[in-house]
């Protein structure tokens, strides 16, 4: 009995190492108190070269990134603009459960989608207004988090938008490689 307990662990052992999946976990929250918002995120990613930079189309806004996309320009993970408007980026599997909406503009190109809310937009507000002219559900590898000086938040997926303003909130994921495949 001992002989056939050490070889069935044995065994399990093995196959467990056989299916370790690496995984990318993304988390963001927001705290307002004293009528003050801040807002932090981690940036879980394979991408060694991180940049910071700055902006002064429309709204000046800051952008934090490292995925590289032509030459000298990155893709940006987050960024706040002059009016505290604020945005992360999460990364995470999202599958199809929509069919994508009728009459909306086609994102063309997601930097300058991502860019662009924050040159144009003050508060989650107006970020919600410009959003919903678009189809986002092209995004789906993508959760957007926005929030405002004022502590109101956006959640961006690629089928639907929440609203909110607790005074705490926090959004994470963790997706295994594995389970990125949509369970219906």
């Known amino acids: 009995m001992t002989n056939h307990r050490f070889i069935t662990s044995l065994i399990t052992g093995f196959l467990f190492l056989f299916n370790l999946q690496f995984a990318h976990s993304c988390s963001t929250y927001k705290v307002t108190a004293g009528g003050k918002t801040m807002v932090g995120s981690n940036y879980d990613t394979w991408f060694e070269s991180p940049r910071i930079w700055f902006e002064t189309t429309g709204y000046s806004a800051s952008f934090s990134g490292a995925r590289q996309e032509g030459q000298n320009k990155f893709a940006p993970q987050t960024g706040m603009n002059e009016y505290g408007l604020a945005f992360v980026t999460l990364a995470t599997a999202t599958p199809e459960n929509g069919i994508p909406p009728v009459n909306k503009m086609r994102i063309e190109n997601r930097t300058n989608y991502l860019k662009d809310i924050l040159h144009k937009c ?42 909110g303003n607790e005074a705490k909130y926090v959004l994470a994921n963790f997706v295994l490689q594995q389970s990125m495949t949509s369970t219906k």
Do not use: C, M, W
């Open 122 to 163: 003050k508060n989650t507000d107006e970020a919600k207004a410009y959003i919903e002219q678009y189809d986002h559900s092209t995004l789906s590898q993508d959760v957007f988090f926005y929030v405002d000086r004022g502590g109101n938040y956006l959640v961006v997926e690629p089928y639907k938008i929440l609203s």
